[in-house]
């Protein structure tokens, strides 16, 4: 009899270990839902070599199929988010139900916070693209969208400690002080936070917090829209929102969603439409699925005064798509932080949307714009700080010329100039005061950038003196192209 009890016991644990196997082609995996791609299947060779980690990313490529995962995970992050209120699946769980993105944790706690170096250089930054913006007689406009803890912080687990300042609030103090024209959102939904402009299961805010932030968008630029008090707003309890999901997969709770009675424009797609219709297309764009959005187009029937917007965005600018449609004849919304600024229409509107979590993209890398030409003359008496590294590398835009000071540098006022001499010929341009890491190998550091526009027609041997303050730095006699 104890054998037959073995016997049985074995054949169990072995069908109960093929089991995932067997049921694997049968179920529906839960990428999607957490919002990533699966893991590969891996390769035993790789690039000509034997994959020596083939064992590990197998079993996380297996691991990412395995069926009832989604279930799974919904049990698994229910005890550690709701019984143990610790951080999982990238998501926190606060109090009363509400949840927040992981990533917004170390603006609230203040444990990454900007160098004031890195302050000044995106103010720097900013400014640069606003004068740039301006010679092409657009309108430049900067929205930071504040993070769902900076503005429902009471929400947040009392082990989290908020900073007694953020670097959404020392950025908008620079770039004021450099004239950039820009909405204080973190303020202005703050005012008005009683009136709930957040999902409390979602990351972003719902339909009426967005209508909030395009209302202060539109008075920004002087443009008319119709106020938030006269509109008819419909609640419906029926939002999966993005956190919810993240941290149940296979069931979850659904959010409070506001709809007003908007009509939407007579409007169409120019770029290619994925949906029978615009407005399917716009619902597609409106969700969460992010598919194809990175860049898209609207031609509005409704407008013929020639007006045009082009709106650098990412997830929170979904929400306010109808409304920036109806605004303009035409609009442009690209998914980035960083557009090609040299090809410009003339008069058109730039919007530049980001998140509190990814303020820090602005200064990853310099803009894609030509450095503007400053007057050649300049001071005599400055500091000679030595020899400087300036390397030169070609773009597809022009020459790119970039480099790092040395450590502990004089910053002066921040700014960075890069003077070109050439067979008796000065030229003096304005550099992006920002470190390209991507192309000096560290992370971080003090540097700085600017690409030459083909205007100057600059080729040939170019001496090199790079000016910050009152200090100039001797570079190279650089060959450009």
């Known amino acids: 009899m104890n054998k037959i009890y073995k016997l049985i016991y074995i054949i169990v644990f072995f069908i109960l270990c093929a089991l995932p196997a067997v049921l694997m082609p049968f179920f529906k995996n839960s990428a999607k839902l ?58 926190i769980v606060g109090k009363d139900g509400w949840l927040f993105f992981n990533s917004e944790a170390p603006d609230y ?18 400014s640069l693209v606003q004068e740039h913006i301006a010679t092409k007689d657009g309108h430049f406009l900067f929205v930071p969208v504040p993070n769902k803890s900076s503005v429902y912080g009471e929400y947040m687990p009392s082990a989290y400690r908020a900073a007694q300042e953020h670097d959404i609030d020392r950025i908008s103090r620079a770039i004021e002080e450099e004239g950039v024209s820009f909405v204080d959102m973190k303020q202005v939904l703050t005012d008005a936070k009683a009136e709930g402009l957040y999902h409390v299961r979602d990351s972003h805010w719902n339909y009426k917090g967005a209508y909030v932030g395009y209302s202060a968008i539109m008075e920004a630029l002087g443009k008319p829209c119709a106020d938030i008090t006269s509109l008819s707003w419909e609640t419906r309890k029926d939002w999966r929102g993005d956190l919810d999901k993240l941290l149940y997969p296979a069931a979850g709770t659904l959010d409070t969603q506001y709809y007003n009675d908007l009509p939407l424009p007579d409007f ?29 187009s609207t031609l509005n029937h409704d407008l013929s005064d020639g007006s045009s917007l082009f709106m650098a965005r990412d997830s929170f600018a979904r929400a306010i798509l109808p409304d920036m449609i109806a605004s303009y004849e035409t609009a442009t919304f690209q ?26 993209r602005i200064i990853d890398s310099a803009p894609n714009m030509y450095a503007p030409l400053r007057e050649s003359t300049f001071k005599t008496d400055l500091t000679e700080g030595g020899s400087l590294d300036v390397a030169v590398s070609k773009s597809s835009f022009g020459p790119k010329l970039y480099g790092a000071f040395p450590e502990g540098a004089d910053m002066g006022d921040g700014r960075v100039y890069i003077r070109l001499e050439q067979d008796g010929t000065t030229y003096l341009f304005e550099a992006f005061p920002i470190y390209e890491s991507n192309l000096l ?20 041997t170019c001496h090199v003196t790079v000016i910050r303050g009152e200090t100039a730095w001797s570079g190279p006699d650089l060959v450009l192209q």
């Open 335 to 360: 998914r980035t932080s960083n557009p090609d600024l040299n090809s410009w229409n003339e008069g058109t509107d730039y919007i530049l949307e980001i998140a509190e979590r990814n303020l820090s």
């Open 441 to 460: 190998g560290e992370d971080t550091g003090d540097g700085f950038t600017l690409t030459l526009s083909p205007d100057y027609a600059l080729s040939g």
């Open 268 to 296: 169409e797609f120019t770029s290619q439409l994925r949906a029978g219709s615009a407005k399917a297309q716009l619902e597609l764009f409106m969700s969460d699925k992010e598919e194809h959005d990175d860049n898209f």
């Open 34 to 91: 957490e919002k990533r791609s699966l893991t590969a299947w891996p390769s035993y060779v790789e690039n000509g070599h034997l994959n020596v980690s083939f064992s590990d990313d197998f079993e996380s490529a297996f691991n990412d199929r395995i069926p009832l995962r989604a279930s799974l995970l919904t049990a698994a992050n229910f005890i550690k988010g709701e019984v143990l209120h610790a951080a999982t699946s990238n998501v």
């Open 109 to 126: 706690l203040g444990t990454k916070a900007m160098s004031e170096h890195e302050v000044r250089s995106f103010a720097i930054t900013l």
